[in-house]
């Protein structure tokens, strides 16, 4: 059985699928769906600093100040994508984004892909239980990793400085 990482919702350990990738790796390959329906993979994005934003859904309090806060932070990171990845549908992301102004960052669905498995961050229980757990990962232009963060409960927003930092350096 593979490892799992641990996060936390409302007081209770939550597990996800698996270990997320390591400062140093190399980023396992992606393929997610942006809300016009278009494929958004990492062999596309490849030669650019990556963020990855990584959460449950766009339709809780702290996943959407996350979007919000990437999109403002998105347009100060020359050379860099930022990419915000959950299992909610193509749909409800065009409409958060069209309601938010949200134009800085690629807003995709893992809905039909194998991301939150391959990047180890699909809850495996829990209430949440199949959406993905709150992680940021940053990778260089080689595409390999240099910053993660599996926020330690749920309900937290990410370290936004260290992120930004990790994708200047």
Known sequence: MARMA????????????????????????FSV?????AE???????????VLNIFPSVDTG??????RRFNELAASLPNTKVVCVSKDLPFALGR???AEGIANVVTT??????????????????????????????ADETGHVTYVELVPTIGQEPDYAAAVAAAQA
């Open 6 to 29: 641990t996060t936390d919702f409302q007081g209770t350990p939550v597990h996800t699928a698996g270990d997320l990738p390591t400062v140093g790796s190399a980023l396992p390959p």
């Open 33 to 37: 769906t942006a809300t016009d329906l």
């Open 40 to 50: 958004v993979t990492s062999a596309a994005l490849a030669g650019q600093k990556l």
């Open 62 to 67: 702290v996943c959407a100040m996350s979007v």
């Open 96 to 98: 958060f984004c069209g």
């Open 109 to 138: 669905s893992a809905f039909r892909s194998t991301f939150g498995e391959d990047y180890g961050v699909t809850m495996v229980d829990g209430p949440l239980k199949g959406l993905l757990a709150r992680t940021v990962i940053v």
